[in-house]
């Protein structure tokens, strides 16, 4: 257990629905990551916070996918409209400052979206 | 471009035998790299972190080794175990402007068998 949770770890729903996952990190961690892992695949990144700034979102995060931290602690992913291509493993990482300087990242569980 | 290549996409070993992954990269400006496992079904851990000028590094039965000047890492299990069944992911970090940036592998598939 790295200390970063996700709810829920698996969710199926019907193409059209919207879904919204939950990141809880490390409590002291100003960054949080979202991530998308297909089988087989390395994860791909979508977006960041500092805090309670998103700072960068990737071209993959179209305009169904909507994410929020509020108050700079829990983050919520949500994908509006889902399609079948949506179906994936959505990781959430979080940091203590910038992780790509040598700054260790924590990953949760990952939530399983299987949209039928 | 950016790329982390890893090779083999999978591997099958014996317990207790040893096995070395590779992970090739065009990775510039070049900042870090790391090695993460990750069990099926569960978010990647990370295993080590090496700087430029880090050689080798080690924790446990996995020891990792770079060479900045080829662009080249491989991660070494020794005596493997059952519980080394996973997916071994190389990350590697760019610096970006004023931030960075992490691109990851596709990962090696390792199955441990009795």
């Known amino acids: 257990d790295t200390g970063v949770s996700q709810n829920p770890r698996h969710k199926i729903t019907k193409r059209g629905q919207n879904v919204t996952f939950r990141c809880d990190p490390i409590?002291?961690?100003?960054?949080l990551y979202w991530y998308r892992q297909t089988l087989g695949q390395g994860p791909e990144f979508l977006t960041y916070?500092?805090?309670?700034?998103?700072?960068?979102k990737s071209r993959l995060l179209s305009d169904r996918f909507s994410a929020e931290r509020p108050k700079g602690s829990f983050s919520t992913l949500e994908i509006q409209r889902t399609e079948q291509g949506d179906s994936a493993m959505y990781l959430c990482?979080?940091?203590?400052?910038?992780?790509?300087?040598?700054?260790?990242?924590?990953f949760g569980p990952g939530t399983r979206l299987t949209v039928t | 471009k950016n790329q982390v290549e890893q090779s083999p996409q999978s591997l099958i070993i014996l317990e207790g035998k040893n096995c070395t992954l590779q992970?090739?990269?065009?990775?510039?400006?070049?900042?870090?790299l790391r090695w993460y496992k990750q069990d099926t079904g569960r978010g990647p851990v990370s295993l080590t972190i090496?700087?430029?000028?880090?050689n080798t590094k080690s924790n446990g039965r996995y020891t990792a080794t770079l060479d900045a000047d080829t662009k080249q890492s491989s991660l070494h299990i020794t005596s493997a175990q059952l519980s080394d069944s996973a997916s071994y992911i190389c990350?590697?970090?760019?610096?970006?402007?004023?931030?960075?940036?992490?691109?990851f592998g596709s990962g090696t598939r390792l199955l441990v068998r009795p």
């Open positions: 990350v590697v970090s760019a610096r970006m402007d004023s931030s960075y940036k992490l691109i």
């Open positions: 409590s002291e961690h100003n960054r």
């Open positions: 992970c090739n990269y065009t990775v510039s400006p070049f900042s870090n």
């Open positions: 990482a979080s940091s203590l400052g910038d992780s790509g300087g040598a700054r260790e990242q924590y």
């Open positions: 090496m700087t430029f000028s880090e």
């Open positions: 916070f500092q805090n309670e700034a998103q700072l960068e």
